[in-house]
Each structure stands twice: as C-alpha cells, then as structure tokens.
C-alpha cells in the first residue's frame, strides 16, 4: 500500500522558517517525480515545487527563491525547506507522488502569523 | 501558465440525478507523447483530494462506474450519471501536460438541493 507521510509543520512567526517532511513507502520512490502542492484556508489547490527523480527541482514563483525542495532516496524522504515565511503561506501542504498527481499525503498544516 | 477554468463554481444536485462539470484550458493539454494528462479529483471537507479520473477518461482503482471523463485538446467534462449522497463535495481538474508547472481549476462545489 502506498503511504506518503507528511509531517513538521506548526505555527511560526513571519519570517521564520520550517523544514516539512514526507515519508515515502510502498512505491519505488526513487524513480518517481515528486511534488508539493498547498491548499490556503477555504481556497483551492496551487502547485509549489517539484523535483525530478534525478534531482533537479522547479518552483512556483511565488515561493522561489524562499523555499527548497529536495529529496533523500535512502531514506525515502522528501523534504520541503520553507524561509522567510509570509502570512500568505498558510495552507496544507499536500506530499504528491509522480508526474500525474498518483498519491497523495493527508497533508501537513502550516500557519504563518505573529 | 495553462490557466484552467470551471464551470460552474456551485453545483446544486438532486439524488439520482445526472450532472456534469467543464473544465477548458487556456492551451492545449496534448503532450508531446501524445497523451492528454487532464486529472479529475473530488476533495471531501478536511481530507485529501482523491484522484477520479487520470488522462480524461481513465478511472482509479475503486472510483464508481457513475464518474466518466470526456473531452479532446482544451475542452473536459466530468459527468456523474446519478449523483449519490457521498459525492458531496470539491471537484477540481487539474492539467499534468504541462508537468512541473501543474495547474487546477478553481473547482466546483457539489451539494445536494
């Protein structure tokens, strides 16, 4: 069964930073595309990054530059390196596994405020 | 960007009832490998969205046989041939051509009248 886990987010304040985690099983992580998408409050679905199973990665505009995707295939886990955090960034951050949105996590909650 | 578009927002249903909802992109979701990578996703309040239909008109394992898919280049529908009480919720299309730059639709509230 495939489970994508995700896990570090929490509340901080603007400008700081978070480190988001998802835990990959169940699927040959390594081979596959991985991405980031988040949900804000009450709002829609908005891609944020990606990464190749070779590791190069891509960012929505709106967080380039701030944030960091990257992947561990030893240990299957996909990492999302958030700084200089905006109020703007609060939403669920959504784990999705390959290229045609496969698998999903059950998302990790976000909150920017002071 | 491909900049999808719903339509409607907001999807009154009666139970047993047919219904359908459009999703056009702003370019054409024709790969250069020849598939169309256009997802359908429904998304109940506070879980995950839950992938339908994948390349327009395939089905997930386990998604009932009322959901089809259907459409070619820029213009998709998602049709449910008789609404259930469990199909309450957010649908959204999203294009995958265009991976890594995904973009969804604005999605498409469903609730029963």
């Known amino acids: 069964e495939v489970q994508l886990l995700e896990s570090g987010g929490g509340l901080v304040q603007p400008g700081g930073s978070l480190r988001l985690s998802c835990a990959a099983s169940?699927?040959?992580?390594?081979?596959?595309?991985m991405n980031w998408v988040r949900q804000a409050p009450g709002k829609g679905l908005e891609w944020v990054a990606a990464?190749?199973?070779?590791?190069?990665?891509y960012y929505a505009d709106s967080v380039k530059g701030r944030f960091t995707i990257s992947r561990d295939t030893s240990n299957n886990t996909l990492y999302l390196q958030m700084d200089s955090l905006r109020a703007e960034d609060t939403a669920v951050y959504y784990c999705?596994?390959?290229?045609?949105?496969?698998?999903w996590g059950q998302g990790s909650q976000v909150t920017v405020s002071s | 960007d491909v900049v999808m578009t719903q339509s409607p927002l907001s999807l009154p249903v009666t139970l047993g009832q047919p219904t359908s909802i459009s999703c056009r992109s702003s370019?054409?979701?024709?790969?250069?490998?020849?598939?169309?990578?256009l997802n359908w996703f429904h998304q109940r309040p506070g879980q995950s969205p839950r992938r339908l239909i994948y390349?327009?008109?395939k089905r997930d394992s386990g998604v009932p046989d009322r959901f089809s898919g259907s459409g070619s280049g820029t213009d998709f529908t998602l049709k449910i041939s008789r609404v259930e009480a469990e199909d309450v919720g957010v649908y959204y299309c999203?294009?995958?051509?265009?991976?890594?730059?995904?973009?969804f639709g604005q999605g498409t509230k469903v609730e029963i009248k």
């Open positions: 999705v596994g390959s290229r045609v949105a496969d698998y």
């Open positions: 169940g699927f040959t992580f390594s081979t596959y595309a």
């Open positions: 990464i190749t199973s070779g590791g190069i990665a």
């Open positions: 370019q054409s979701l024709v790969h250069t490998d020849g598939n169309t990578y």
């Open positions: 390349k327009v008109s």
């Open positions: 999203m294009q995958g051509t265009h991976w890594p730059l995904w973009t």
